[in-house]
């Protein structure tokens, strides 16, 4: 198992190229068990999610292989239709091959998925848009085990706004029988990518940007090529590790645009943004004002970027509250941020960071991908030396974080730990 050693102090200075988003990739990859044939995806990014991901793919017969940042997928012979606890278990976006599968062959055989760990994500939306469409769904020993003739469509609104379902119930209305219409659908860049993506392949789709998707089903997609939309959760980690550092740093292969809310509270909180076509320079000269973030569906502050947000509060000239209304329990980071010294108090959907207190090395522990990155972010403000445990976290939505913050001028390397 791998840790992080980083020694704070440093600000970053300097340029780095934001990958293809996880999200996109992971929404995107299961549209070859929609189609025979070779599909390209570019600009993909080299994490453990996608590989995760290829590996669950390469269970039901798809050959999947990732060269440099274009994954290749063949799904010319699909070989089984179930996908098993001991891939699903390691990410939730694993559940995304149901709609497929039973869109495509009429049955499938999905193990309960697991992920990050911050409170219950029921999948009931999937399940319930699934089955708008026909399909007859049970929980069999821990599997949702789905069939159908061919699914038909329908009008199904979702009673939250969800990503996850927003993508699964689109991709099996594609191959539906009619007319579907999806209602308070996500907005989310992800999903809109992936319909784009549908579209290529020969969907019909209308509505794409909005949250109300009308789809008239095919009967038969193509492979394509696409390009994957770059990652705007990372960006918005850069963003703000070079504003909590006071550093100067430019992000080239970025969508201004998906990331509004969080360049606004930036802002803020002081910093200075120079936005062009895909660059965004961003600069930071004192401690920054404290602005509070309320973490809400999109085209709102992002659930994914909270953590980021409270490390950065820490030297702030004040207090600020981060509220999450998407997953309100999202705040197992808090303890691992008050070893370095933070005060931070928490409710029971909100945590409220009391800036300007001295931070100073310790070893901590990560719990989830993004309370990963508030960690460095933080051990980079800190006085001396942190460790960081349990990395294999960020490395799920991250592409060589400490090689690529090293080039910025950080002082963090991996080491090995014997940790279990």
């Known amino acids: 198992m791998d840790k992080f050693i980083v020694e704070g102090g440093n600000r970053l200075v300097g340029s780095v190229k934001i990958s293809g988003a996880k999200n996109a990739s992971l929404a995107m990859m299961p549209t070859c068990l929609l189609a025979p044939g070779v599909f390209h995806l570019e600009n993909t990014p080299n994490n453990r999610d996608v590989w995760t991901f290829s590996r669950l793919l390469g269970s039901l017969g798809v050959h999947a292989e990732l060269n440099g940042n274009t994954l290749f997928m063949d799904s010319s012979t699909i070989t089984s239709f179930e996908a098993p606890y001991e891939h699903v278990k390691k990410m939730r976006a694993s559940i995304y091959v149901l709609g497929p599968l039973l869109a495509r062959y009429g049955h499938a055989k999905v193990s309960l998925p697991g992920g990050c760990n911050f409170g219950p994500r029921p999948v009931d939306l999937h399940l319930k848009g699934l089955e708008k469409l026909g399909a007859e769904i049970t929980v069999e020993g821990g599997y949702i085990v789905a069939q159908t003739k061919r699914l ?21 209305a594609t191959l539906a ?6 209602t308070n659908a996500a907005l989310e860049p992800e999903v809109t990518a992936l319909a784009r993506m549908l579209q290529k392949m020969g969907a019909k789709i209308e509505g794409i940007g909005t ?4 789809i008239d089903g095919v009967d038969v997609l193509k492979p394509v090529t696409e390009v994957t939309t770059p990652d705007r959760i990372e960006a918005a980690t850069y963003l703000i590790a070079a504003a909590a550092t ?5 992000l080239h292969n970025v969508n201004p645009y998906h ?6 509270k930036l802002e803020e909180a002081g910093a200075e943004l120079d936005v062009t076509g895909e660059t965004i320079r961003i600069t930071m000269s004192d401690d920054p004002n404290p602005v509070d973030v309320t973490a809400a569906p999109y085209p709102s502050y992002p659930t994914d970027a909270q953590a980021q947000w409270a490390a950065f509060m820490l030297h702030a000239k004040g207090a600020a509250t981060i509220k999450d209304t998407i997953y309100p329990t999202r705040f197992g980071y808090v303890p691992e941020l008050q070893r370095l010294g933070a005060r931070i108090e928490t409710t029971e959907n909100s945590c409220t960071v009391h800036g300007g207190r001295r931070l100073t090395g310790a070893t901590v522990m990560s719990s989830d991908l993004r309370a990963s990155a508030s960690l460095v972010i933080a051990a980079l403000m800190a006085e001396g030396t942190s460790e960081i445990l349990r990395v294999y976290h960020i490395d799920r939505g991250y592409e060589s974080i400490e090689q690529r913050l090293q080039a910025l001028g950080a002082n963090i390397v991996r080491s090995r730990t014997e940790e279990f």
Do not use: C, P, R, Y
């Not at 038909?152 to 099996?172: C, P, Q, R, W």
């Not at 029988?177 to 999806?182: D, I, S």
């Open 259 to 264: 990331i509004a809310a969080i360049i606004q």
């Open 246 to 250: 006071k550093g100067d740093v430019t």
């Open 177 to 182: 029988e009619g007319h579907t219409t999806l």
């Open 152 to 172: 038909k469509g329908a009008h199904f609104h979702f009673d939250i706004s969800s990503v996850g379902a927003t993508v699964n119930v689109l991709m099996a």
């Open 211 to 214: 949250t109300t998707l009308e």
